[in-house]
């Protein structure tokens, strides 16, 4: 007699437990790791720049002396145009705090500094990543493949502001005050951490408010420090240049996540595209507020406020999302017990198109030569990320179901 063929709800069951598929997933990593260090060992050596030989260069300038030159767009234009020989837009609009992180990189060649970086930043975030989602670990990976291999591709920060926002959240899930020091340490990239900021008030967390105030006042002293006061004008006078152009459109718009950037794509004018994307941050906000004055539980809470200061900025990119992953991570359990088989997949759709989105236009200006084509220039990638987020509260309000996702729980216990 052969056993029953496992239903939609048990195969979603075991591949969320499939532990050897999470090492798999891990280890794949690191080989896309391994290969972009193979293809780009030294500076300038695959004839283009990426977000990583930004901050190698920048670092570079630390060493030198001239990191306010850093923050002018015409000189870092020039100086990565002597690399490559071509013309490139990657301007420098980074807080002089996270120059504290890129002043250790230049310590060996392009490629050391990369594959240290990159190793370092992915193993804390997968720790704490497995520390929150538990048995739930290979599902959030698997739903986070395409921001995984986008961030390990270009070498960004994705994976050190995710695991930030992580430690974040363990400690504020157990009250502890010790949750304002990656909050204050956001501050390398504050605009990720609004919503979190959000729920600390709503809260009413005072201490650890205090708490990030104080980090933040902290590490704004040792940049001061390290590289003296007038890196500040320098880094205040990019600002004004970086909304301009994001105005004009000069960034890979298509890439960015943000509603403004899909509707400034779409063909919006900047000054309506900003003003619906204050209309998507003030809900985003919103629903922060709404979850913690609903008393839902403190991890529902929490995962929606990393999706939701997701949704606040104009200015987030696909290597940005594995903050997702975090707020997956915290709902994992709860998501799991109330989607139906069909809702999990369109979860994993929709977190697809949030992260994967601008990957895929890269793949197809790489291989299929569409650059001058106008729908690659479009960023789809906010739609389906204000509608996973749309999509998880449905989910969420819904009451638990059983192991085998038949009915709910009540109901199985009323029928005896």
Not at 9 to 29: N, Q
Not at 84 to 99: A, C, I, N, S
Not at 226 to 236: D, I, K, R, S
Request: charged share 10%; proline share 6%.
């Amino acid at each position: 007699m052969t056993a029953p063929r496992p239903g939609a709800g048990e195969r979603f069951a075991v591949l969320e437990t499939s532990t050897m598929l999470a090492w798999l997933i891990c280890l794949a990593c690191v080989g896309i790791m391994f290969a972009t260090v193979r293809e780009v060992p030294s500076l300038g050596a695959g004839g283009a720049i990426v977000d990583f030989d930004v901050f190698y260069i920048v670092g570079q300038m630390i060493w030198d002396g001239t990191l306010p030159q850093a923050y002018d767009i015409d000189t870092m234009r020039a100086i990565q145009k002597s690399i490559t020989g071509e013309d490139t837009f990657m301007p420098w609009t980074y807080p002089p705090h996270f120059d504290l992180v890129t002043a250790l990189l230049p310590f060996g060649s392009r490629g050391l500094s990369y594959a240290v970086f990159i190793t370092v930043t992915f193993l804390g975030y997968i720790h704490v990543l497995r520390r929150l989602s538990g048995p739930y670990l290979t599902a959030v990976l698997i739903a986070l493949l395409p921001a995984l291999v986008m961030t390990m591709r270009i070498g960004q920060n994705g994976f050190m502001t995710a695991a930030l926002v992580g430690l974040f959240c363990l400690a504020f899930l157990n009250g502890r005050t010790v949750a304002g020091v990656p909050l204050g340490l956001m501050v390398i990239k504050p605009h990720l951490a609004l919503g979190l900021g959000v729920l600390v008030l709503v809260t009413r967390r005072w201490k650890v408010l205090v708490l990030g105030l104080a980090v933040v006042a902290a590490v704004s002293a040792l940049a001061t420090l390290a590289f003296g006061t007038e890196v500040w004008p320098a880094f205040l006078a990019s600002v004004p240049e970086a909304q301009e152009s994001m105005k004009r459109g000069l960034y890979p718009m298509f890439r960015m996540t943000s509603a403004y950037a899909a509707l400034f794509t779409l063909g919006m004018a900047p000054g309506a595209a900003m003003i619906a994307q204050g209309c998507v941050a003030a809900a985003a906000c919103a629903s922060i507020v709404v979850a913690s004055v609903r008393g839902m539980p403190m991890r529902q809470v929490l995962g929606l406020s990393c999706l939701a200061t997701l949704a606040i900025s104009p200015y987030n990119y696909d290597y940005d999302m594995p903050i997702l992953g975090i707020g997956f991570a915290l709902m994992a359990s709860d998501l799991m017990a109330r989607a139906r088989p069909v809702e999990k997949l369109a979860l994993l759709g929709l977190t697809w198109l949030s992260c994967g989105w601008g990957m895929a236009m890269v793949t197809l200006r790489r291989h299929l030569d569409i650059s001058d084509s106008p729908p690659d220039q479009v960023s789809l990638a906010a739609f389906g990320h204000l509608m996973l987020i749309g999509l998880v509260w449905h989910i969420l309000r819904r009451e638990a179901r059983s192991q085998h996702g038949t009915m709910p729980a009540k109901e199985l216990a009323a029928r005896g």
